[in-house]
């Protein structure tokens, strides 16, 4: 079965940048469109970006664009999440999901989630 | 990238019908069948509901249904659980080639 589990996340200080990663199993990984998706802490769901099966394509929301990096390692089945200049904003549970497809389809398969903390 | 607008609570008790709607525009609801609801559980990763505005994936229980008028999608929970008891969140495909996400509802099952 699909298992996607998040790593990296922990505290980190205002302008400070941090990598998440997520191992996928379970399903061809290189097959698939993969998203990241956080959640403030009391929040709603926030969309952050995506990556196409092949990294052909990444797109972002307008809240990180600039700042985050969508990638991927299918050598290694993982996804990452490069986040730069962060925020107290970007404090969030952050979590991977895979898509149904190869390219921009939504948000399926989801793992446990990784928090980062942005604080001094 | 405004996030679509959803009731902030809903309630019914075991065995009645609730209908939760997501509003958006014609950039994304109203302009893509690719509308989907999430159930999220305290504490838990969302879980996939319906997708493409009226599928229910592999498991999912037919009690949950979705449809589509204009810029509004609805989820409707039939025969209402204590189970169905969670927070409730739409997603929609949009014209800049980005995600959004409602801000979700909170269910309550009397």
């Known amino acids: 079965q699909v298992q996607l589990v998040e790593s990296g996340g922990g505290v980190v200080q205002p302008g400070r940048s941090l990598r998440l990663s997520c191992a996928a199993s379970?399903?061809?990984?290189?097959?698939?469109?993969m998203h990241w998706v956080r959640q403030a802490p009391g929040k709603g769901l926030e969309w952050v970006a995506i990556?196409?099966?092949?990294?052909?394509?990444?797109y972002y929301s307008d809240s990180v664009k600039g700042r985050f990096i969508i990638s991927r390692d299918d050598s290694k089945n993982t996804l990452y999440l490069q986040m730069n200049s962060l925020r107290a904003e970007d404090t969030a549970v952050y979590y991977c999901?895979?898509?149904?497809?190869?390219?921009?389809?939504?948000?399926?398969?989801w793992g446990q989630g990784t928090l980062v903390t942005v604080s001094s | 990238q405004s996030a679509l607008t959803q009731p902030a609570s809903v309630s019914g008790s075991p065995g009645q019908s609730i209908t939760i709607s997501c509003t958006g525009t014609?950039?994304?609801?109203?302009?893509?069948?690719?509308v989907s609801w999430y159930q999220q559980h305290p504490g838990k990763a969302p879980k996939l509901m319906i997708f493409?505005?009226?599928n229910r994936p592999s498991g999912v229980s037919n009690r949950f249904s979705g449809s589509k008028s204009g810029n509004t999608a609805s989820l409707t929970i039939s025969g209402l659980q204590a189970e169905d008891e969670a927070d409730y969140y739409c997603?929609?495909?949009?014209?800049?080639?980005?995600?959004?996400f409602g801000g979700g509802t909170k269910l309550t099952v009397l």
């Open positions: 014609s950039s994304d609801v109203g302009g893509y069948n690719y």
């Open positions: 997603s929609s495909y949009t014209s800049s080639t980005t995600w959004v």
């Open positions: 999901a895979r898509g149904d497809y190869g390219g921009n389809s939504r948000p399926h398969h």
């Open positions: 379970g399903f061809t990984f290189s097959s698939y469109g």
């Open positions: 493409d505005v009226s």
């Open positions: 990556i196409w099966y092949d990294g052909s394509n990444k």
